[in-house]
């Protein structure tokens, strides 16, 4: 069954890095979105991404953060400046419209 | 503001029960509707989708109706396993936004 994959599983990296977590959304999809899930709380959408640009976004998807396809197969979420708060799990997903599938995660440590 | 509840954070029932979990939501108007299962640590597993023209879906034991006068999903598994404890996440979708219920931790007795 296709998956999407992230990488890395684990990231920790110093206040105030710029981090990237990538992703490989499923081949033929054409919608692409990052969610965050900080310990114990829920699914926070971020980003969606359509047509090689940002279709919406939450108010949580501020100038720290940014969204690439650099090219036909990889989707990235770049954080500028990392703060402790952004310590989270951050899922990507892509979707054909009708069903949407998530990636393990990547665990965000900001120490 | 937007505001999605599910029913209770956690939910105990025997094997063999029918679970029911709902979810409610204000202040919004989806297009469609989504239920996902998440196990601790792992991404959220789409299970079924229904649109706000759709009354019911079935999918194996599975079954979801969507009430948009209510505002209201109801979300059954039947002939409930151990194997089904988990977190269940509805969400809701317009436009290319998704937002999330907080979840209800199923946990099934056996």
Same mark, same amino acid.
């Given at each position: 069954e296709?998956?999407?994959?992230?990488?890395?599983?684990?990231?920790?990296?110093?206040?105030g890095q710029?981090?990237?977590?990538?992703?490989?959304?499923?081949?033929n999809?054409l919608y692409f979105?990052?969610y965050?899930q900080?310990?114990g709380?829920k699914v926070e959408f971020?980003?969606?991404?359509?047509n090689?640009?940002i279709?919406?976004k939450s108010?949580?998807f501020?100038d720290?953060?940014?969204v690439?396809?650099?090219?036909?197969?990889?989707?990235?979420?770049k954080?500028?400046?990392t703060k402790?708060e952004d310590?989270a799990?951050?899922f990507?997903?892509?979707s054909?419209w009708?069903?949407?599938?998530f990636?393990?995660?990547t665990?965000?440590?900001?120490v | 503001?937007?505001?999605i *509840?599910?029913n209770? =954070?956690a %939910?105990?029932?025997?094997?063999?029960? #029918?679970?029911?979990?709902t979810?409610?939501?204000?202040?919004?108007?989806p297009?469609y509707?989504?239920w996902?299962r998440?196990?601790?640590g792992?991404?959220p597993?789409?299970?079924?989708?229904?649109?706000?023209?759709?009354? *019911?879906?079935?999918? =194996?034991? %599975?079954?979801?109706?969507?009430?948009? #006068?209510l505002k209201?999903s109801?979300?059954?598994?039947?002939a409930?396993?151990?194997?089904?404890s988990?977190?269940?996440l509805?969400?809701l979708?317009r436009n290319?936004d998704?937002r999330?219920?907080?979840?209800?931790?199923?946990?099934?007795?056996?």
């Amino acid at each position: 069954e296709p998956e999407v994959t992230q990488t890395p599983s684990h990231q920790v990296t110093q206040m105030g890095q710029e981090v990237i977590l990538r992703c490989v959304p499923i081949s033929n999809h054409l919608y692409f979105y990052w969610y965050r899930q900080i310990l114990g709380q829920k699914v926070e959408f971020l980003v969606s991404f359509y047509n090689n640009e940002i279709s919406e976004k939450s108010e949580i998807f501020d100038d720290q953060f940014s969204v690439e396809r650099p090219d036909g197969s990889n989707f990235t979420l770049k954080i500028r400046s990392t703060k402790l708060e952004d310590s989270a799990m951050y899922f990507c997903a892509s979707s054909d419209w009708s069903t949407d599938t998530f990636g393990s995660g990547t665990r965000l440590t900001v120490v | 503001s937007q505001k999605i *509840e599910q029913n209770s =954070e956690a %939910l105990n029932i025997q094997e063999g029960k #029918t679970a029911t979990l709902t979810c409610n939501y204000t202040n919004y108007s989806p297009a469609y509707l989504q239920w996902y299962r998440q196990d601790p640590g792992r991404g959220p597993v789409f299970l079924l989708l229904i649109r706000e023209n759709e009354k *019911e879906k079935r999918k =194996e034991r %599975l079954k979801v109706t969507f009430d948009t #006068t209510l505002k209201q999903s109801l979300f059954h598994i039947t002939a409930s396993q151990p194997a089904d404890s988990a977190t269940y996440l509805c969400a809701l979708v317009r436009n290319n936004d998704m937002r999330f219920g907080a979840g209800t931790r199923l946990t099934v007795k056996p």
